[in-house]
């Protein structure tokens, strides 16, 4: 903000204001790793987020894979982003996966989600 007196003098200020939350996490619950460059691999879209970790599972809870999510990891993205899990290792058996994010929001609050995806293919 910029206030004026009647001279032309300013004094200028700025506050950070957090609405809601302030943060964003959009979860998908299927994905298609079948080589047509669409929907490739399972990742969460999110912002206002200071640090994320996705973790997928099968369902008997063993760990596939685990990523930290951290800067540059995807160049058209500013701030942290993460590549996500593409499948390589999904048990052919079975289309149902557990995924569990844990992330550290910009106020140093600290959130954990977890849910069930599908693979398509």
Do not use: H
Not at 5 to 26: A, E, F, P, R, W
Not at 30 to 42: A, K, L, S
Request: hydrophobic content about 35%; proline content about 4%; glycine content about 10%.
């Amino acid at each position: 903000m910029t206030v004026y007196n009647g001279s032309g003098c300013s004094k200028s200020t700025s506050q950070t204001l957090l609405v809601g939350d302030g943060y964003n996490l959009i979860i998908p619950n299927v994905f298609t790793p079948n080589g047509d460059n669409i929907n490739e691999r399972f990742r969460p879209i999110f912002n206002g987020l200071k640090s994320i970790v996705l973790s997928v599972f099968d369902k008997s809870g063993n760990l596939l894979y685990t990523e930290t999510g951290a800067e540059g990891s995807n160049p058209a993205i500013t701030g942290i982003s993460i590549l996500g899990w593409d499948g390589a290792n999904a048990y052919p058996d079975t289309s149902f996966y557990i995924y569990r994010i844990e992330a550290t929001l910009i106020n140093e609050k600290t959130i954990v989600e977890s849910g069930t995806f599908q693979i398509l293919k």
